[in-house]
């Protein structure tokens, strides 16, 4: 092997066990976050009790009674995601035990495996040193960092669109030199694309069709002289037969059927509840998520940092740059997930990861530009503007944590960790901005990705595992295991604090009564379950009536702020029926 070779493989294994090493720290001791790692999470776990793989459920709804066997009803479709992330996550759960660090391997082992072709892939048509930087800015981003490090479906989806994107790219490099595409190309395109689509349902497929489209566009403009020369595009939508769909749809077909076939046997309307659940996504706020067309560019700087400082010039370069057909591809695998998930209403962070690849190779193409002098925007008065920009941005993000002294006391914080955490961030900005300004900028961006990985390890090693006010449902969950009320067979209900990651937490047994907003009033005493968890206020335990009070005891009470409630302060009790139903 050539020593060049050599030095790119050391140097990509340096950067991937960096990633690793940051994606794996604190998936163990940070609780889960939200609402959808809570019912990934459970709903996996449930799958994975049942032994039903074919149809993905989550907390049976049950009718209240002390006993959850009797008149429980069916369990409910979890009508979210097809069944591909679940299958993942249980099955790393049969392994090693249904924990939040198994939930969460399948996303951490995505996003390195998509690094990991993103740098062979960026290699073969670019060469080495593009190859390394993108999948440095790729790693290292906030967006690449946060998904590893969660049990959402949108790591492995990733990682499956982008295999869709590299079969694209070669049967499209192919067509333009004229020559026939490999033949792994177009059915690692049909497969890649079936995978997807039932890990999160059409999303996918809509994500290459405008890819496609704007690559067709960028295509004819910039090389067909304009619709009007109807000889001169003609040529260059061509290789979209390429695709040869008369191969691909049957693959395609295989793929896809047997999960359908099977869940149409068991489930009945469970595709169209999928499909119509999908339409709702992207016509209307599911869960309070909508948001107008421009949310994810406003919230780039957050998401791409802390690449995003490059954004003005990757923008500009890849612009000029064009008329190259790499350039030309990486612009529409960036711009058309972008664009799909600007245009569907409800909207996270989270949905346009597939668009990142893209950008992260454009921000490395720029950059590789900037250091050999073959661009000298880097150089300008706007760029080093931008650089004090992001300084104070950073040295924000490194103040910013001591805000938690608003909603927790000084004794239930890491302080020490804080101190920390502010002080590497000052030296973070200052050594970024020190390499920029001496126009270092090879090493000022090592000194950017490497500093984002040390700013993580601290946040997730000495701060988060120790900020008790963010454990809530982990906590309350604990209280209930030490009362003996832990384990899917315990009765728990849960009154106003519906949280999926205190089932998951405290056993599988934690449920949401169908009247919740007035269950006590609504059973008679003889009907209560053993076990509650109420949220403490006006709407749920302030209006139970005093004469059904005596019936229930307070065991605990935990205090935290929880995100599915509007990120607000929550005194949340464990209350047990004192008339001791069996």
Not at 207 to 214: A, D
Not at 483 to 492: Q, T
Request: hydrophobic share 50%.
């Amino acid at each position: 092997m050539p020593a060049r070779s050599v030095k790119f493989w050391k140097i990509l294994c340096l950067i991937l066990a960096g990633a690793g090493v940051v994606y794996f720290t604190g998936a163990k001791r940070v609780p889960l976050w939200d609402r959808d790692e809570g019912w990934y999470a459970e709903c996996s776990r449930e799958m994975l009790q049942s032994g039903n793989w074919i149809v993905p459920t989550f907390r049976p709804q049950t009718a209240g009674l002390p006993e959850p066997s009797k008149e429980a009803r069916p369990a409910e479709w979890r009508l979210e995601k097809p069944p591909v992330i679940y299958w993942c996550q249980l099955a790393v759960m049969e392994i090693a035990g249904d924990t939040a660090q198994a939930a969460r391997f399948p996303s951490t082992v995505a996003i390195l495996a998509s690094a990991l072709l993103l740098a062979v892939v960026v290699r073969r048509y670019t060469g080495d040193r593009r190859a390394l930087w993108t999948v440095f800015i790729f790693s290292s981003c906030g967006l690449a960092v946060a998904c590893s490090k969660m049990c959402l479906t949108d790591g492995v989806m990733l990682f499956l669109v982008l295999i869709g994107q590299v079969s694209l790219a070669q049967i499209y490099w192919s067509a333009r030199r004229g020559k026939t595409s490999p033949l792994w190309a177009v059915p690692a395109f049909w497969v890649s694309l079936g995978l997807a689509g039932i890990t999160k349902g059409p999303q996918p497929l809509g994500e290459h069709l405008f890819t496609l489209l704007i690559l067709l566009t960028l295509d004819v403009l910039n090389e067909g002289k304009g619709l009007r020369n109807k000889p001169a595009w003609k040529k260059h939508v061509r290789w979209w037969k390429e695709l040869r769909p008369l191969i691909g749809v049957p693959i395609l077909t295989i793929v896809v059927a047997p999960w359908l076939i099977l869940i149409h046997q068991r489930a009945p309307g469970f595709i169209l509840a999928l499909f119509e659940k999908a339409r709702m996504h992207l016509e209307q706020s599911m869960e309070g998520h909508g948001k107008p067309p421009g949310y994810h560019t406003l919230l780039i700087f957050g998401t791409f940092y802390p690449w995003s400082l490059f954004l003005p010039t990757t923008i500009l370069l890849a612009w000029r740059n064009r008329r190259l057909p790499v350039i030309r591809f990486a612009i529409a695998a960036m711009a058309g997930p972008w664009l799909m998930m600007e245009l569907v209403y409800t909207k996270l962070p989270f949905y346009v990861l597939p668009a990142f690849p893209g950008l992260a190779f454009l921000t490395a193409d720029a950059l590789v530009r900037c250091i050999r002098g073959q661009s000298r925007e880097m150089r300008k008065g706007s760029f080093y503007a931008t650089v004090v920009v992001w300084i104070i941005a950073t040295l924000g993000l490194s103040f910013g944590i001591w805000l938690s002294l608003q909603v927790s006391s000084p004794s239930d914080l890491p302080i020490a960790g804080f101190r920390i955490f502010t002080a590497c961030g000052i030296v973070y900005a200052a050594l970024v901005a020190w390499r920029f300004f001496r126009h270092q900028f090879a090493r000022g961006a090592i000194v950017m990705g490497v500093g984002m990985a040390v700013m993580i390890l601290i946040l997730y090693t000495v701060i988060l595992p120790y900020m008790k006010f963010l454990h809530l449902p982990e906590r309350v969950a604990a209280d209930l295991v030490r009362l003996g009320a832990g384990g899917a067979n315990e009765h728990v209900l849960m009154i106003g604090f519906d949280e999926p990651s205190l089932a998951f937490y405290q056993g599988g047994g934690a449920r949401r009564p169908p009247e919740q907003e007035a269950y006590f009033e609504f059973r008679p005493p003889s009907e209560w379950a053993k076990w509650f968890v109420v949220l403490d206020d006006q709407d749920n335990w302030e209006r139970i009536p005093a004469d059904l009070k005596k019936f229930l005891a307070i065991r605990a009470s935990e205090t935290g702020l929880n995100y599915s409630h509007e990120g607000k302060i929550l005194k949340v009790l464990v209350v047990e029926n004192t008339m001791n139903l069996k």
